[in-house]
């Protein structure tokens, strides 16, 4: 069992495990593995702690029903397969600022809370705006051979590859 | 009999509910192995300098795609293709990817990269997501008539869209990816 406790795994055996995990989700649960709606469904439940049962009524979330689901708790258990990964190797630590931020723009935790932010929300947008993410569109989508995940997952590395040279090599 | 209808509907999304956590349990138990829960190595994989998620990314649509259009072939499941349009998934993926490479993460690497420490994703990361999804769904109703749905062209797979059998497709596809990854071996990337 020593393979439980290695930091890194081949990417390969980590992309295997991911495809042999998609053939049980669509057997078992009949859903492709997907992330993005959850997020929306979150924002959505929290804007409804405050502004009550007219939130359900927008068209958004009519369309994604306001309720915890398959593919939230798929989300919640990502945090903690993750957090039991990085516990069983020795890879968990509270970090605030990477590396490769750092060695560009210093380790002033503002800032990179503020660009945090700032991609999180044409993240969160884009994904609502595409219809879905990289798991849902870059690896579910592509695997069934889906046209609209083809091209969302070729324009989400144009924009990402685009943006992050941009950042890096004029910016940073 | 409604009744009892209505506690096997009950009891079926609770096991659904559950197995939804076993599976996000096993995918950030893999994400997290193969490093795709750290900024370093997703800005890595964009400025190209890492390609640990593209190989991650391929070997699992490799994979995945030859068992379930396997299995599709056997009857055993079917497929879920999203629907689409030049509108929605050009626009909406490069926006996305300007979001990737400035947050560093994407909306199931975050939920990893928080199981992980990284401060960056639990505060402004998932504010982030959070704000961006309710500002969609605020502009939805606008947005909907106008742009998303310019150049529809519905669910469909490639094998559909040429008329041809499923395996006509998948086969070129997935000599493709392994020569991709082939490759991406032999320069050593």
């Known amino acids: ?172 | 009999m409604q009744i009892k209808n209505s506690e096997t509907k009950s009891r079926k999304d609770k096991y659904s509910l559950l197995w939804g956590l076993a599976f996000g349990i096993v995918f950030g138990f893999l994400l997290q192995k193969g490093g795709a829960t750290k900024y370093d190595v997703i800005i890595g994989q964009l400025l190209l300098t890492d390609m640990t998620v593209v190989k991650i990314m391929l070997s699992a649509v490799l994979t995945g795609m030859i068992g379930i259009y396997a299995m599709k072939t056997l009857g055993l499941v079917e497929l879920y293709p999203k629907s689409g349009s030049f509108g929605r998934n050009i626009i909406g993926g490069l926006i996305f990817g300007a979001g990737f490479a400035i947050l560093g993460y994407c909306p199931g690497t975050i939920a990893g990269a928080i199981g992980n420490g990284y401060l960056d994703a639990l505060t402004g990361g998932l504010a982030g997501i959070l704000i961006g999804s309710g500002l969609f769904a605020a502009l939805y109703p606008r947005l909907d008539p106008v742009i998303l749905n310019k150049g529809d062209f519905g669910s469909i797979t490639l094998p559909k869209l040429l008329k041809v059998n499923d395996w006509i497709v998948v086969t070129p596809v997935a000599v493709l990816i392994f020569l991709l990854l082939y490759w991406l071996e032999k320069i050593s990337l």
């Open chain 1, 1 to 172: 069992m020593e393979f439980l406790t290695q930091v890194r795994w081949s990417p390969y055996a980590v992309g295997i495990g991911i495809g042999i995990l998609s053939w049980l989700s669509f057997l078992i649960s009949r859903k492709p593995i997907a992330c993005s709606t959850t997020f929306a469904r979150a924002s959505g439940m929290i804007e409804k702690l405050f502004r009550g049962k007219k939130v359900d009524l927008k068209p958004y979330y009519h369309k994604e029903k306001l309720v915890v689901d398959w593919q939230w708790m798929l989300v919640m258990g990502i945090v903690i397969g993750s957090l039991i990964s990085a516990l069983l190797s020795g890879d968990f630590h509270w970090k605030l600022v990477p590396s490769i931020w750092e060695n560009a723009f210093g380790s002033a935790p503002l800032l990179r809370v503020i660009a945090a932010l700032f991609g999180g929300i044409c993240l969160g947008f884009g994904a609502r705006w595409a219809n879905g993410c990289t798991s849902g569109h870059g690896i579910s989508g592509t695997l069934q051979l889906a046209i609209s995940s083809w091209i969302s997952a070729a324009c989400f590395f144009i924009g990402g590859i685009l943006t992050a040279h941009l950042i890096f090599r004029l910016i940073g």
